[in-house]
């Protein structure tokens, strides 16, 4: 059956938690965000914590909810089986984990087999097939980037396999607790674009982020690289060897990046240099996936 | 002019000072190992810490006293400019920065230009040069595997060119600092050689580190990898990106891995897999390489 009125879609990670109040046409009503991303939330105080972010909604009529994001991982509120991959609204809507069956559901994550190991996301599906929905498209290529970032094939509305490269992680390993933390300015200060270009191009050398991770230290040595663009280098460096892992698609298959804009912006950059089609969406994409998982689950 | 008697030999390195009084011919009379690294030296204590090390030799007729590795660096006792590629023990001889002239000298780190940075070492181009003298080879490439690993190509007895790979480092953060620190026991335990096996093709695979590394929380998410093999695992994977990275030489030519057998066994087992025919050494190329430097160097 279709969600008859009123959504409350919950945007719950690691470490945060956003609400939205949707119409019967996805349009958001009210928005609220809260400090409490699974990390902060003891076992059992879940509810709590979905009572403060929508409680009064759900008493004022508001018939469903729905939950995306780690909440429906082990460590969250429930788990949520992982749903294989290809994977579309259909899929993942047959597979909401009820906490209260008709009422209250978790979006499952995607699992998928990508050369040797298996790979997980749990969020990013209903970033990904609300964009989806957004741009009109059936078939695309997604960066969601992040700490780990996700790059997901889109075909026929389905996502057909993902994988995980730890970039934003390894930027903030090296940042902090490297031996470039000596080398590097206390504060990143705003984006160098032309260091951050360089860094880029010195990964898609091929050399690997081992090696070139070294060379932050060695061209501030030599004086090759003023000390205020070396973090826009390093994120070039890490981002490029990223890139370098991608099979990027036709011109005419677009690469469609949703996140933050100053991140975003860093991700346009770098595909633009490698002559890919991008397209860039924020936070919408997330209230669109949740409104059309909803619409199609079996409340 | 040579060395006549004997030669107070130093490897003073970033967390540790070795020192070796060596006969007319090279070879080792008496040995010592203080924790006294450069990190641990206040400016000015210097003279003090090498009088703690080999004093006692000089005043007892030793005419002549070496030291490599980063007491030569801007943070040691005195900086000794790069020495730059191609070098070999006559170029560095000749670039000896001077304690006391004729009495104590620094051997000179090297420095190469390798594709948009530059690169350094000290310390290991000492190992290098002793290790082809050991093996009477003139043709060879090097790895010195560590927290920072260095390859070095040698023809007709000089390092032509070397690269740096922050392996050893990756892995400690990875390992510590990393999410994957909630992943894996506590203690690395004793090498699982399938496991590290399994690190290093998933890494010749070529999907990357920033992708594979993730793979270490998901095989073991997935119970496909038991939690005491992850270590090795991780281990293989981020060696096996070090290797990836090579160009490997035709079979006649050998691929020498120069220091301690815990770490230059996993080197080995990694590079037989790629079809490598290797040799390892230890320490002993430190003081083979000291005391021909020394033999050369304008006293």
Redesign the interface.
Same mark, same amino acid.
């Not at 994988?163 to 970039?167: A, G, L, P, R, Y």
């Given at each position: 059956m279709t969600v008859k009125g009123q959504l409350a879609a919950l945007d719950w990670g690691t470490s945060s938690l956003r609400a939205a109040l949707l119409d019967a046409n996805g349009a958001v009503l009210d928005e609220r965000s809260l400090g409490r991303g699974i990390l902060s939330v003891a076992p059992g105080e879940f509810p709590t914590v979905f009572e403060a972010a929508c409680g009064d909604w759900l008493r004022a009529g508001t018939p469903h909810a729905i939950v995306s994001g780690m909440a429906g991982s082990r460590q969250g509120w429930m788990e949520a089986p992982y749903c294989a991959c290809p994977a579309g609204f259909a899929e993942i809507a047959a597979q909401l984990a009820w906490i209260e069956r008709g009422r209250i559901g978790i979006v499952p994550g995607l699992s998928c087999e990508a050369?040797? +190991?298996?790979?997980?996301m749990r969020g990013e599906e209903t970033q990904i097939l609300g964009a989806l929905d957004l741009l009109d498209s059936d078939d695309a290529l997604f960066v969601l980037p992040g700490t #780990?970032s996700k790059w997901a094939r889109v075909t026929q509305g389905r996502i057909e396999s993902f994988? %995980? @490269?730890? %970039?934003g *992680? @390894?930027y903030a390993? =090296?940042r902090? #607790?490297?031996?470039l933390a000596r080398t590097l300015p206390e504060t990143d200060g705003e984006l160098d674009e032309q260091a951050f270009r360089r860094g880029v191009e010195?990964s898609l /050398?091929?050399?690997?982020? =081992? #090696?070139? +991770?070294?060379?932050v230290r %060695?061209?501030s040595? @030599?004086d /090759?690289l003023a000390a205020d663009a070396l973090p826009s280098y390093l994120s070039g460096l890490?981002i490029g *060897? *990223?890139l370098? +892992?991608q099979e990027l698609p036709a011109e005419s298959v677009p690469v469609v990046v949703i996140g933050a804009p100053a991140l975003t912006r860093r991700y346009e950059i770098a595909l633009q240099a490698l002559g890919a089609s991008v397209q860039s969406l924020g936070s919408e994409a997330t209230w669109r996936g949740l409104w059309r998982i909803a619409e199609v689950a079996p409340w």
């Open positions: 050369g040797g +190991a298996p790979d997980v #780990h994988s %995980t @490269f730890m %970039t *992680e @390894f390993l =090296l902090k #607790h490297s031996i010195q /050398r091929g050399t690997g982020l =081992l #090696h070139n +991770a070294f060379g %060695t061209l040595l @030599f /090759r890490v *060897e *990223e370098r +892992a």
